[in-house]
């Protein structure tokens, strides 16, 4: 079965204090991961879509990077207002034509001013 | 804003009711996603549709059931409700293969 793991399942980091999360999978042909961010009380807002290996991408103080097997965000310098929790998606193959998103559980990050 | 409108925002009902969660999509996106999400299992994939047409299933309990209309809009209907069935609800959108999917605020359902 397809499984999405995201480690830590929390972070708490001083403001200015810089980490990755991670976002391993065990999809083969992987057809698309994607970055989200969820505050409380609200839907996933879309960050990042990475397509194959090697790509990276980047906004304001997050990069999303990719590898065969694995996805790292990294916040750099972060602030307050990036405390959110951070949800990883994987696109398998199209089986019968199944287009399914799988959603790992998320890591909830905590900025202390 | 996502431009994925669910209704309503919160829902309170006893134990055996029935209830119709509604979704409206992004203009132009012809697939509606359906997910449950509480707080220790995460985002569950419940069911897709493209274009009016079930696409894909994923855990989706039998007493659940869910449509896409002509008009792209989506409704999830939850019958015999359990306790256990008290979660955030989520619609989300997309244009086509591949990409990402945009997320409505959700419906927060309460079974009492």
């Known amino acids: 079965e397809d499984q999405v793991t995201q480690s830590p399942e929390a972070l708490r980091l001083q403001e200015g204090e810089s980490s990755s999360l991670n976002c391993s999978y065990t999809?083969?042909?992987?057809?698309?991961l994607f970055w989200y961010r969820q505050d409380p009380g609200k839907g996933p807002e879309f960050l990042f879509t990475l397509y194959s290996a090697g790509e990276e991408k980047e906004k304001e103080r997050l990069k999303a990077t990719l590898t065969k097997k694995e996805s790292f965000l990294h916040i750099t310098a972060p602030k307050p207002e990036d405390s959110a929790t951070y949800l990883c998606?994987?696109?398998?193959?199209?089986?019968?034509?199944?287009?399914?998103?799988?959603f790992g559980k998320g890591t909830r990050l905590h900025i202390l001013p | 804003d996502s431009g994925v409108t669910q209704t309503p925002k919160h829902l309170i009902t006893a134990t055996g009711q029935r209830v119709t969660l509604r979704c409206s999509p992004r203009s132009g996106d012809l697939s509606v996603y359906w997910y449950q999400q509480s707080l220790d299992q995460g985002l569950q994939f419940l069911i897709q549709?493209?274009?009016?047409?079930?696409?894909a299933k994923g855990n989706i309990l039998e007493r659940f059931s869910a449509q896409q209309f002509p008009d792209l809009h989506s409704e999830l209907n939850l019958s015999s409700l359990e306790l256990g069935d008290s979660a955030l609800y989520f619609c989300a959108s997309s244009a086509r293969d591949n990409s990402p999917l945009h997320f409505g605020n959700g419906t927060r359902l309460t079974v009492t």
């Open positions: 549709y493209y274009n009016g047409e079930e696409r």
């Open positions: 998606a994987v696109q398998p193959p199209v089986m019968n034509r199944d287009d399914k998103i799988i």
């Open positions: 999809v083969s042909g992987l057809r698309g």
